[in-house]
């Protein structure tokens, strides 16, 4: 259920975990690299996002230097805590093993404290991990890192809490990002069930080969339906960026685009608004 002011979104983990930086390559359309030259949040910073058409996400982006940590467990514990629908926190997969480092305590520490907050300020909500920077693991050892780290975090949480965590592990240099917030934005869909349902229905009516419904401003994908096995697994990532860059050209030139199709001899793709009853453009 939506509180009538937005979904309230918490964006967790310590200081220099990537959180600002993920916010702002699917918000604000940032490239990978520009995110170097981020600045630490202060605080919490507020993000009321339109999303979904007339949704509204309030994103708190919660800075994570241990001043501000121990604030939220404490003095801020209700204010944070209470009315959030999603929790996502975010840690470094690859920590110094040198001995007397306890960063890694650290984020687990943190994750228990939010992990008890949210239980018991916001019961029904949602938890996402996202096991971030795997780019700096070895692709060997990735798979171990990311089943150590879930391991451990799963052994603090509380045992209700449990099912209501999702793993994933990411990094802002490949296209897990794009993949595990298209799967956060998709517990913010209203009855998830009936869109799927005419998905189904207009793939099949249409002979078309995908059909895939697209949030308008961040390109996440909410929802799809095949007949077909398609090829290339990143094309929705690529697909995303290509249609930013190109309203990205579209507002310097103070222009924009509704709808367009490319083709060529072997297939076509058409990008259309779905408009809502008095004919506005929504998703
Ligand atoms: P606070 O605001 O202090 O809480 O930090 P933060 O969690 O918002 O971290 P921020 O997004 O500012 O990122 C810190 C640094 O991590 C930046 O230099 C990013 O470029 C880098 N970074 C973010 N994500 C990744 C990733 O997936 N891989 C790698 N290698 N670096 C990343």
Known sequence: ATSTNGFKVLLMGRAGAGKTSMKSIIFANYHSRDTKMLQPTNHVEHNSLRFLGNLRLNLWDCGGQDQFMENYFESQRENIFQHCEVLIYVLVAARDKNPGNDERKKDVEYFKDAIESLTKHSPNA?????????????????????????????????????????????????????????????????????????????????????????????????????????????????LSNIIKQYKLSCQKAKTNFRNFVVKNDRFRAIIAPRCDVDGRDDV
């Open 126 to 238: 949602t938890t996402f991990v996202l096991i971030h920077k795997l780019d700096l693991v070895h692709e060997s050892k990735r798979a171990e890192v990311y089943r150590q780290v879930k391991e451990e975090l799963l052994t603090v949480a509380p045992e209700r809490a449990q099912d209501r965590i999702t793993f994933m592990g990411t990094s802002i240099w490949d296209d897990t990002l794009f993949k595990a917030w298209s799967k956060i934005v998709a517990v913010m869909v209203p009855d998830p069930d009936v869109l799927q349902a005419h998905v189904n229905f207009m793939c099949q009516q249409l002979m078309a080969d995908e059909v895939v419904i697209f949030e308008k401003n961040t390109f996440l994908v909410i929802t799809r339906a095949h007949t077909k096995e398609m090829p290339d697994q990143y094309r929705f990532e690529k």
